[in-house]
């Protein structure tokens, strides 16, 4: 899943070859368009929760690429949906809307770390940022698998420091750990993946965030690729529409 999709986070003794692995990593497994129905269960300590949401997706020649995330289980949630259009350069404009609300609001960049429905995914992980935003070395080779790290250029991103294992096969990140002021705030596993065509799509993805004790698993119930998607179906008007998501599915 393309929310799921910011995992991908040059100076080394390998020079180039780092960057060029996470070039290869951005561009492989993205189709046209993508629409899936994912399944969020949350543990607190113990106490969970479950929520059901759909996420829409165009890649745009990936540069420029869009996304909807609306929830349709439970009630408490059902119609919350987060627009994102993501940029080569600059933040990512998102807008949320929230039904008790009746309005859409902005996104602010100060805001990029708060959690999304109060799941371990924070607003930046829902944002394809794009890999020229990054340093990378590598931290490790081995059969079939590379450890990368990677560091934003700037304070365009709330992480310091993103380290992954991407398996080479398949060109995707499979654990990911995220740092924050230099301390590790999260562990993301692929704990499942299917192939379409010639596309791997993550099934099942675990946040575990052991500092507050919390994780959220997501499960992916469907997928649909290269529907056709029109670009215009990417607007602020688009996620206050209550059966947006029936519409695409």
Do not use: C
């Amino acid at each position: 899943m393309k929310f799921l999709i910011s995992f991908l986070m040059i100076f080394s003794v390998y020079g180039n070859e780092a960057l060029e692995v996470a070039r290869k990593v951005y561009h492989a497994n993205q189709p046209v368009d993508l629409v899936q129905e994912i399944e969020m269960v949350l543990d607190s300590n113990g106490s969970k929760s479950t929520r059901k949401f759909v996420n829409v997706s165009k890649t745009n020649e990936i540069v420029d690429n869009n996304s909807i995330v609306q929830f349709t289980e439970p009630r408490k949630t059902k119609g919350v949906a987060l627009l994102t259009m993501n940029k080569k350069k600059g933040d990512a404009d998102q807008y949320i809307f929230l039904p008790a609300l009746k309005k859409v609001r902005r996104i602010s960049s100060s805001k990029k770390s708060g959690r999304f429905v109060g799941s371990d995914i924070y607003y930046e992980d829902l944002q394809n940022r794009h890999y020229s935003k990054n340093n990378y070395q590598i931290l490790k080779k081995g059969k079939g698998f590379v450890i990368l790290s990677s560091t934003p250029k700037d304070d365009t991103s709330i992480y310091s420091k993103v380290i992954s294992r991407i398996d080479m096969s398949k060109m995707m990140p499979v654990v990911s750990q995220f740092y924050i002021d230099g301390k590790l705030d999260k562990t993301v596993k692929v704990t499942s993946s299917k192939k379409y065509g010639s596309i791997w799509i993550p099934m099942g993805i675990n946040y575990q965030n052991k500092k507050i004790k919390h994780s959220t698993v997501l499960k992916v119930l469907s997928v649909k690729l290269n529907s056709k998607l029109n670009n215009n179906i990417f607007s602020k008007r688009s996620i206050e529409d209550k059966n947006f998501y029936k519409r695409h599915l």
